[in-house]
């Protein structure tokens, strides 16, 4: 999905895996990324639903942009109905608020960025939440994960082990 051009595509084919999928825990570096996410899930459901209960991606996203049609032909090899993933994104969409905790009942964590103007996001995510724990990140760059918080509401948190193979002389 992510080597896809076009980000309308790319946008609504995320929607349709992130609701076809019951998930432990989400990560996102921007929680302005999972507000997005639960704005298109309300706004698609109806399209989504089907492409869940069919097992099928159309030729187009609700918004009429064209989606590749070798993806829909990967899609329709890799992906069966999922009926009872339909019913809950249905239902999960059906009254506003809680669609994480509705959606993924599995779902223990939200992980994301917790600092600076995240709160901006945060807040308008929280109803959709129902009250599931949001833990930072950590302190990451683009270089690496460099510290790993050991429980939620703050971004303190452990060197991560890297692994072995350190080479001695």
Do not use: C
């Amino acid at each position: 999905i992510l080597a896809l051009k076009n980000p309308d595509v790319r946008a609504y084919l995320t929607a349709v895996a992130a609701a076809s999928a019951d998930a432990g825990s989400i990560t996102a570096t921007n929680p302005s990324t999972l507000w997005l996410l639960s704005r298109r899930l309300h706004e698609w459901a109806g399209p989504i639903a089907t492409v869940l209960q069919e097992g099928w991606v159309p030729a187009r996203t609700p918004d009429g942009v064209e989606i590749p049609g070798g993806w829909r032909w990967v899609h329709r090899k890799l992906f069966k109905p999922r009926p009872k993933r339909a019913a809950r994104l249905r239902a999960a969409t059906a009254v506003p608020g809680r669609l994480f905790p509705a959606l993924w009942p599995r779902l223990t964590a939200v992980n994301t960025w917790r600092g600076g103007a995240a709160s901006f996001w945060l807040d308008r995510l929280a109803p959709e939440l129902g009250g599931l724990p949001v833990r930072d990140v950590g302190f990451a760059a683009s270089e690496g994960f460099f510290g790993v918080p050991l429980e939620s509401g703050t971004a303190f948190g452990v060197l991560p082990f890297l692994g072995a193979g350190v080479a001695h002389n």
